[in-house]
Nanobody, 116 residues
Framework: QVQVVESGGGLVQPGGSLRLSCAAS????????MSWYRQAPGKERELVAL????????NYADSVKGRFTISRDNAKNTAYLQMNSLKPEDTAVYYC?????????WGQGTQVSVSS
């Protein structure tokens, strides 16, 4: 019973901040690679940020570098995406994905809308 559940989305004004959470269960969270993707209307899903299990190294899409921060709390089996200085072009459904033992496990997505 693998579960990946996002929360924390909502409506925010440009320049504002949101923190998304991704609660995981049913696998060894500390040994997984966690990542955040997003998909805007009419666009392909894109990788936003990724954090490794081994050394905690992080990678980001160029469009969010310096504004977004991915983190994980292995004691809580939870990954986070801190989003600052939000722009209208950040509007999308954000998905959390766990990679564990060669398989991907996707969350249901949470809507982030940035507008005035």
């Amino acid at each position: 019973q693998v579960q990946v559940v996002e929360s924390g989305g909502g409506l925010v004004q440009p320049g504002g901040s949101l923190r998304l959470s991704c609660a995981a269960s049913g696998f060894t969270f500390s040994m997984s690679v966690m990542s955040w993707y997003r998909q805007a209307p009419g666009k392909e899903r894109e990788l936003v940020a990724l954090i490794l299990s081994s050394n905690g190294a992080m990678n980001y899409a160029d469009s969010v570098k310096g504004r977004f921060t991915i983190s994980r709390d292995n004691a809580k089996n939870t990954a986070y995406l801190q989003m600052n200085s939000l722009k209208p072009e950040d509007t999308a459904v954000y998905y959390c994905k766990a990679f564990y033992r060669g398989a991907d496990y996707w969350g249901q997505g949470t809507q982030v809308s940035v507008s005035s």
